[in-house]
């Protein structure tokens, strides 16, 4: 009798359940319901994120009652990660050509395309092999773009060897040779641990015995501030040097957009070991800032050489000064 009764409450509670239910979904709109008779109407888009570029912040500091626009401007530069420096250098020079009525956001991008300067191509031998060396950070994408620079010189009709000099990391050369199967080229790896320059050293050899155009140096990712590393990879220039007979034609940083002010400190101290002859920018996507490649460019004289879209082989293009003004600007 007990079991009837609590199968019978049972049964009831589910009509209550059920019920409750149906009259929800009765009070819903009818263009909520995938079956519903109602045609469904125009679609309303989002409404759109303020913008996050530049222009917007520029005429923020410009607008009305700002009597003296200057320290803003300088502020919303260095908030862009353009750095003191060359933030200061921007707005002296803005200030002296401003006229009332003027479009700041005009004269701020004129100073950008001047110092970002005339697009500059990888320098690379017709009549020898031509040697990049890479190298940067732990986890700016030097493997990666390693990969795509490959896949853009096998495109361009040109033999590619690929040195794999960093032994250090696990996989490393794994990933190095997966790249290297989808752009055809040639991988010189040894065992984990091995010494980095005589991983170099065999790789230049093995690519002239190829008849490679060019042979791409990967390297170990590490620290800036840890000379020991640093020592490190002047040996592994310095090898290069001796079995080519020259030092690579280009030294490649690559560095992460998004790195802030730190992209300076990597790109000064690269460049001071190393000889950094060009930029290979990675990760700019929607929420990079970028702006430290102004102050890369201002304070040290490296331009930007390459820029990485995406993660699919081809995304990788020559760096062009124009679309990057308009980009870190807004529009």
Do not use: C
């Not at 149906?22 to 819903?28: D, F, I, L, S």
């Not at 079956?35 to 888009?45: I, L, Q, S, T």
């Not at 790109?267 to 990760?283: D, H, N």
């Amino acid at each position: 009798m007990e079991i009837v009764l609590i199968v019978v409450i049972g049964l009831v509670l589910v009509g209550l359940v059920v019920a409750w239910v149906v009259a929800r979904r009765g009070r819903r709109p009818a263009s909520s319901d995938p079956a519903g008779a109602a045609a469904p109407g125009p679609r309303v888009a989002a409404p759109r994120a303020p913008a996050g570029g530049l222009a917007s912040r520029i005429r923020g500091a410009f607008g009305a009652g700002q009597q003296d626009p200057w320290p803003e401007l300088e502020r919303v530069l260095i908030a862009a990660d353009v750095g003191p420096a060359t933030s200061d250098r921007i707005v002296r020079d803005v200030r002296e050509r401003y006229d009332a009525g003027d479009d700041p956001t005009e004269l701020v991008g004129r100073e950008i395309r001047t110092i970002l300067g005339v697009p500059e191509d990888l320098d690379l031998p017709a009549d020898r092999l031509g040697i990049v060396l890479i190298v940067g950070v732990n986890g700016s994408g030097k493997t990666t773009t390693i990969g795509k620079l490959a896949a853009r010189l096998a495109g361009q009709g040109k033999r590619v060897s690929l040195a794999g000099s960093d032994t250090f990391r696990a996989a490393a050369s794994e990933q190095l040779g997966a790249w290297a199967e989808r752009s055809g080229a040639h991988v010189v790896s040894q065992e984990r641990g091995a010494d980095p320059g005589s991983v170099a050293f065999d790789a230049v050899q093995a690519a002239r015995a190829r008849s490679s155009d060019v042979l791409i140096v990967d390297t170990a990712g590490r620290l800036h501030t840890k000379q020991p590393l640093m020592e490190e990879l002047k040996k592994v220039r310095r090898v290069i040097e001796k079995a080519a007979g020259s030092p690579p034609d280009e030294t490649l940083l690559v560095l992460d957009a998004t790195t802030g002010q730190n992209g300076i400190a990597q790109a000064r101290a690269f460049t001071e070991a190393v000889e950094v002859t060009g930029v290979a920018l990675t990760k700019l996507d929607g929420t990079a800032k970028g702006g430290v490649v102004l102050a890369v460019r201002d304070q040290l004289g490296v331009p930007v050489k390459l820029v990485g879209t995406g993660e699919g082989t081809g995304d990788l293009e020559p760096f062009d000064p124009e679309a990057f003004a308009a980009r870190l600007l807004g529009g």
